[in-house]
């Protein structure tokens, strides 16, 4: 069975670090783009980074941007977010996700990548909460 498990939320305080990693158990990762995206209390779910399957295309809500950075290990069948610099409002449970192979997303805009709908298989979540 296709999973998905984040793992490396925690509370922090502003201006701190956290690196969330995405792992994939049932299936190798190499072929799906991987978003990752957050929601907090009371919000919608909103799309924070993106990349592809190759790992050669990366995108990032400017509310991010130069902050959090996405990688891929697709050795070890990961990926992660390094997030810099964090804020109180970037606290929110913080979830990846995988889009099948073969289907396409918008591209070209500046959400691509970004939308919810446009994957298929989610983790669980992780907590990240970032307070002094």
């Known amino acids: 069975q296709l999973q998905l498990v984040e793992s490396g939320g925690g509370l922090v305080q502003p201006g701190g670090s956290l690196r969330l990693s995405c792992a994939a158990s049932?299936?190798?990762?190499?072929?799906?783009?991987i978003g990752w995206f957050r929601q907090a209390p009371g919000k919608e779910r909103e799309g924070v980074s993106y990349i592809s399957s190759s790992g050669g295309s990366t995108n990032y809500a400017d509310s991010v941007k130069g902050r959090f950075t996405i990688s891929r290990d697709n050795a070890k069948n990961t990926v992660t977010l390094q997030m810099n610099r964090l804020k109180p409002e970037d606290t929110a449970v913080y979830y990846c996700a995988a889009r099948e192979p073969g289907r396409i997303g918008v591209h070209g805009l500046p959400n691509s990548g970004l939308i919810s709908d446009e994957y298929d298989y989610w983790g669980q979540g992780t907590q990240v909460t970032v307070s002094s």
């Open positions: 049932g299936f190798t990762l190499d072929y799906y783009a």
